[in-house]
């Protein structure tokens, strides 16, 4: 069954500090990786995505993440947390369903605060 | 703004009711998802559309939910009969290949 785990509901950061997100993932078939982030009431942003190619990928806001395919891991990482960075980060996977994706399936999220 | 929007942004109903969402796609996004998320969990597949055909239904998705595409442009949501559980926060999202991109939902709360 396909599923997402993200060990870690919560992590607090001192503003400057590094960052390390983790993202577990259990998928049949070759999976497509994103991260999103979420503000309070708002939509899910896009971070940054894995469909193929390079497994450390670049996104926006100075985030990366690497996909380790022999950990079923995406975990993400910025070198130096903002107190904007506040907020709750989602993992998700989904699979290629002819030349778009399907549903995406999503981890329960990481919310991460930041300490000035 | 070109973006994914949803209206109303919060609705508030006795159980009972029928509430209905609105879900505007990127426009020349053809394909459409609705999903659903509750506190402190992640966002939950309800299903999705690609033009006007509903591909694909989660089990979430029970008899009281009925959602439509009818001219593969926007989508509704309806609920039937709300009951407490269905309080949530509703996210439609959209895509054309590739990444799914999110509007800013509309927040259900049951009383």
């Known amino acids: 069954a396909q599923s997402v785990t993200q060990p870690d509901i919560h992590i607090t950061v001192s503003e400057g500090a590094s960052l390390e997100l983790r993202c577990n993932y259990s998928?049949?078939?070759?999976?497509?990786l994103f991260w999103y982030v979420q503000s309070p009431g708002q939509g899910l942003q896009l971070l940054l995505k894995?469909?193929?190619?390079?497994?450390l990928v670049q996104g926006i806001k100075g985030f990366e993440a690497e996909f380790k395919r022999s950990q079923s891991s995406f975990n993400l990482r910025k070198p130096s947390v903002h107190w904007s960075d506040a907020a709750e980060y989602f993992c998700a996977v989904g699979a290629d369903r002819g030349s778009t994706l399907g549903r995406l399936y999503f981890g329960r999220g990481t919310q991460l605060t930041v300490w000035p | 703004d070109t973006g994914v929007s949803q209206d109303p942004r919060h609705k508030i109903t006795k159980r009972g009711q029928n509430v209905t969402f609105r879900c505007d796609p990127i426009?020349?996004?053809?394909?459409l998802y609705w999903y659903r998320q509750t506190l402190g969990q992640g966002p939950e597949f309800l299903t999705y559309?690609?033009?006007?055909?509903?591909?694909?239904k989660s089990r979430l998705l029970s008899d009281r939910f009925s959602a439509e595409r009818p001219k593969g442009s926007f989508s509704t949501l309806e609920i039937q009969r709300t009951e407490q559980g269905d309080s949530a926060m509703y996210l439609c999202?959209?895509?054309?290949?590739?990444?799914?991109?999110f509007g800013p939902g509309t927040r259900l709360t049951v009383l």
């Open positions: 998928y049949g078939a070759t999976p497509y």
């Open positions: 559309f690609q033009n006007e055909a509903q591909l694909e």
């Open positions: 426009s020349e996004h053809n394909r």
């Open positions: 999202a959209s895509s054309l290949r590739g990444e799914q991109f």
């Open positions: 894995y469909f193929s190619g390079d497994t």
